[in-house]
């Protein structure tokens, strides 16, 4: 009797951890499609990140003072500077909005709206630390250097740019099933969302940068399309009635310490220098 007890017990401790391995392929799977290699412009955006003659880790190092990042001033040398691998940043155009709040279906929205890639920026020493970011993005009519500094908190960055961190989270949340993911930006409420499409729900998950307008949410806190709504769909329309909504932009004025590639913007003042 014990030996049978002991066999099924084999079984089910067997089959529970292939299902657990299983869900978690899936869902890294699904995750990783919105990685830059997946995408045509693969080459060219390695290209810009690589480019000696942009030398992005010399702009960084040269310019860490002024960046307004602890994390950046606290860089030694230019050799503990480390890049991330980019993660794709979806930004939310008005269609993406609209049909958020109409309740009508948005991936198809999503799919359409601009994007750029945010390359993670680590510094070096006894471990990696995640610091910043900096986004490729198209100027004039190409591929290149269109911001650097990062305007979400370094700790995000991080998390986003990690499809295994990404998946365990949803796994120990129940989230399951899934069809697609999405990293959007909607600039206008201070947040970026990790959106998550499954086969029974739409989950939207916070990772907050301007404190002020989170809305009544918090960071990385599981909401539903419905829980989302009720917290923003006021302050969009109010927005939209002051004609204040702006959607379809990348974040600049939730974080006024990044550096883009045509002017260096310091808190707190209109001070304007072009990068050379």
């Given at each position: 009797?014990?030996?049978v007890?002991?066999?099924?017990?084999?079984?089910?401790?067997?089959?529970?951890l292939?299902s657990q391995i299983?869900?978690?392929?899936?869902s890294?799977n699904i995750?990783?499609?919105?990685?830059?290699?997946?995408?045509?412009?693969?080459?060219?955006?390695?290209?810009?990140?690589?480019?000696?003659q942009?030398n992005i880790k010399?702009?960084i190092?040269?310019?860490?003072?002024?960046?307004?990042r602890?994390?950046?001033?606290?860089i030694?040398?230019?050799?503990e500077i480390?890049?991330g691998e980019?993660?794709?940043?979806?930004?939310?155009?008005?269609?993406?909005?609209?049909d958020?709040?109409n309740?009508?279906?948005?991936?198809?929205?999503?799919?359409k709206?601009?994007?750029s890639?945010e390359?993670p920026?680590?510094?070096?020493?006894?471990?990696?630390?995640?610091i910043?970011?900096?986004?490729?993005?198209i100027?004039?009519g190409?591929?290149g250097l269109?911001?650097?500094?990062?305007?979400?908190?370094?700790?995000?960055i991080?998390?986003?740019?990690n499809?295994?961190?990404?998946?365990?989270?949803?796994?120990?949340n129940q989230?399951?099933?899934?069809?697609?993911?999405?990293?959007?930006?909607?600039?206008e409420?201070g947040?970026d969302?990790?959106?998550?499409n499954?086969?029974?729900?739409?989950?939207?998950?916070?990772?907050?940068?301007?404190?002020?307008?989170?809305?009544?949410?918090?960071?990385?806190?599981i909401?539903?399309?419905?829980e989302?709504?009720?917290?923003?769909?006021?302050?969009?329309?109010r927005l939209?009635?002051?004609?204040n909504l702006?959607i379809?932009?990348?974040?600049?004025?939730?974080n006024?310490n990044?550096?883009?590639?045509?002017?260096?913007?310091?808190?707190?003042?209109v001070?304007?220098?072009?990068?050379?």
């Open positions: 009797m014990n030996k007890l002991d066999v099924f017990l084999l079984i089910f401790i067997s089959v529970f292939i299983a869900y978690g392929t899936d890294l995750i990783e499609q919105q990685s830059l290699d997946k995408f045509e412009e693969s080459k060219k955006v390695k290209e810009v990140v690589e480019d000696d942009l010399k702009t190092f040269d310019l860490k003072d002024e960046l307004g602890e994390e950046f001033s606290d030694k040398n230019i050799d480390v890049f980019p993660y794709k940043v979806i930004v939310a155009d008005y269609a993406v909005i609209k958020l709040i309740n009508k279906p948005i991936l198809e929205s999503i799919e709206s601009p994007y890639w390359v920026i680590f510094r070096t020493r006894e471990v990696l630390e995640s910043g970011s900096f986004e490729v993005d100027v004039d190409k591929w269109a911001e650097v500094g990062g305007y979400m908190f370094p700790v995000d991080e998390f986003s740019s499809p295994e961190e990404i998946s365990k989270f949803l796994e120990e989230i399951e099933n899934i069809n697609s993911f999405f990293h959007i930006c909607i600039s409420l947040t969302f990790l959106y998550v499954t086969d029974d729900n739409e989950y939207f998950i916070p990772l907050i940068y301007n404190v002020e307008s989170s809305y009544g949410y918090k960071n990385r806190q909401l539903t399309r419905d989302l709504v009720e917290k923003v769909e006021e302050p969009i329309k939209e009635e002051n004609k702006d379809g932009s990348s974040p600049d004025t939730t006024p990044k550096i883009n590639k045509y002017a260096i913007v310091l808190i707190g003042s001070n304007k220098s072009v990068l050379k």
